[in-house]
């Protein structure tokens, strides 16, 4: 199918998704639960996305600070560079979150902010960094959703069964990670031969790491912790819409299942299918219509507003580049 139908249909599909969501619910009671949002509280929220986009940052760094030391005994991942401040990787993630807005999947934004790092530290050891970065934020994910499951009443048996085949495709992504086997097979075929030298230097990396076990340990804590403030944010933008007690250990184990359903390519930037996600799971847990997809929209304008920032530093970046 014609690359620009498919935008065309995503943008269909979003706008259908959003009219639907907005036909659930009283638009008045809607606009009236914003009605005490003030400036001080929306900039909180926003502090709690600055601290969310600097933990995955600072876990990038680790990665890429491990992948490019010049003393690392391997002749696959290696690059003589110094260490990439992470207030810099801070602002490529913003940049990410504004090629997002422009290109209908998440991906993209992960392969620019590799791209302008891999300038400086490799594009093998940039994009295994920004791979393993994603990784093991998923598997976190996956991981306190599997967990939190038994505990919550509200979990019935779609959600079990959901939760279960997030954690096979974990195993399987690992599986894939880490068989040296599978890389050897597909390398007989000529026609995937270039891409199949890519993922090799990938595997190559997650070798690496699943040897350096204080990296592992480092990164896996600061998922944990990026996932449990994805809850905060999650529970603040509810209170700002006026739903005061959202439950927070129900909100561990659909929240994952949320992120994952915003990340099917069906939309640009996963628009309507996050708010529907939204929608569905939180008015399961007890907020009202109008709560659920005030809480929504919230987290969705913050993410523009990350994205603008991310815009405003990607056309410095090119205007440095061609001064340079």
Same mark, same amino acid.
């Given at each position: 199918?014609?690359?620009? !139908?498919?935008?065309? /249909?995503?943008? *269909?599909? +979003? =706008?259908?998704?959003? $009219?639907? &969501?907005? #036909? @659930?619910?009283?638009?008045?009671?809607?606009?009236?639960?914003?009605?005490?949002?003030?400036?001080?509280?929306?900039?909180?929220?926003?502090? !709690?996305?600055?601290? /969310?986009?600097? *933990?995955? +940052? =600072?876990?990038?760094? $680790?990665? &890429?600070? #491990? @992948?490019?030391?010049?003393?690392?005994?391997?002749?696959?991942?290696?690059?003589?560079?110094?260490?990439?401040?992470?207030?810099?990787?801070?602002?490529?993630?913003?940049?990410?979150?504004?090629?997002? =807005?422009?290109?209908?999947?998440? &991906?993209?934004?992960?392969?620019?902010?590799?791209?302008?790092?891999?300038?400086?530290?490799?594009?093998?050891?940039?994009?295994?960094?920004?791979?393993?970065?994603?990784?093991?934020?998923?598997?976190?994910?996956?991981? =306190?959703?599997?967990?939190?499951?038994?505990?919550?009443?509200?979990?019935?048996?779609?959600?079990?069964?959901?939760?279960?085949?997030?954690?096979?495709?974990?195993?399987?992504?690992?599986?894939?990670?880490?068989?040296?086997?599978?890389?050897?097979?597909?390398?007989?075929?000529?026609?995937?031969?270039?891409?199949?030298?890519?993922?090799?230097?990938?595997?190559?990396?997650?070798?690496?790491?699943?040897?350096?076990?204080?990296?592992?340990?480092?990164?896996?804590?600061?998922?944990?912790?990026?996932?449990?403030?994805?809850?905060?944010?999650?529970?603040?933008?509810?209170?700002?819409?006026?739903?005061?007690?959202?439950?927070?250990?129900?909100?561990?184990?659909?929240?994952?299942?949320?992120?994952?359903?915003?990340?099917?390519?069906?939309?640009?930037?996963?628009?309507?299918?996050?708010?529907?996600?939204?929608?569905?799971?939180?008015?399961?847990?007890?907020?009202?219509?109008?709560?659920?997809?005030?809480?929504?929209?919230?987290?969705?304008?913050?993410?523009?507003?990350?994205?603008?920032?991310?815009?405003?530093?990607?056309?410095?970046?090119?205007?440095?580049?061609?001064?340079?």
């Amino acid at each position: 199918m014609n690359t620009k !139908i498919k935008s065309i /249909l995503k943008n *269909i599909i +979003a =706008l259908a998704l959003i $009219l639907a &969501l907005f #036909s @659930f619910v009283n638009i008045k009671e809607l606009f009236n639960s914003f009605a005490n949002l003030t400036i001080l509280q929306f900039s909180y929220l926003m502090f !709690i996305s600055i601290v /969310l986009v600097y *933990i995955s +940052a =600072l876990k990038w760094s $680790l990665f &890429l600070s #491990s @992948f490019s030391s010049p003393n690392r005994k391997t002749n696959t991942v290696s690059s003589e560079v110094g260490e990439i401040p992470v207030l810099r990787l801070f602002n490529l993630y913003l940049v990410g979150y504004f090629v997002n =807005l422009l290109l209908p999947s998440f &991906l993209g934004g992960d392969a620019v902010r590799s791209w302008y790092v891999g300038k400086k530290v490799g594009q093998h050891e940039a994009a295994a960094a920004t791979i393993l970065e994603r990784y093991t934020g998923f598997a976190a994910m996956i991981l =306190l959703a599997s967990g939190f499951i038994w505990f919550v009443k509200q979990a019935n048996l779609e959600i079990k069964l959901l939760v279960g085949a997030a954690f096979a495709g974990l195993i399987v992504i690992t599986f894939i990670g880490l068989s040296t086997k599978v890389s050897s097979y597909f390398l007989r075929y000529q026609q995937i031969e270039g891409v199949m030298k890519h993922f090799k230097k990938i595997q190559d990396a997650f070798h690496l790491a699943k040897k350096d076990r204080p990296l592992l340990y480092k990164t896996f804590a600061l998922s944990l912790l990026f996932h449990s403030v994805t809850v905060i944010n999650t529970i603040a933008c509810a209170q700002a819409v006026d739903w005061m007690q959202p439950p927070i250990w129900d909100l561990f184990v659909v929240l994952p299942i949320i992120l994952l359903i915003a990340a099917i390519p069906l939309a640009p930037n996963g628009l309507g299918l996050q708010e529907g996600a939204f929608f569905f799971f939180l008015t399961g847990l007890g907020a009202t219509p109008e709560q659920a997809l005030g809480t929504a929209l919230i987290l969705r304008a913050k993410s523009y507003v990350l994205a603008i920032a991310g815009g405003l530093i990607w056309l410095y970046l090119k205007f440095k580049d061609k001064k340079a």
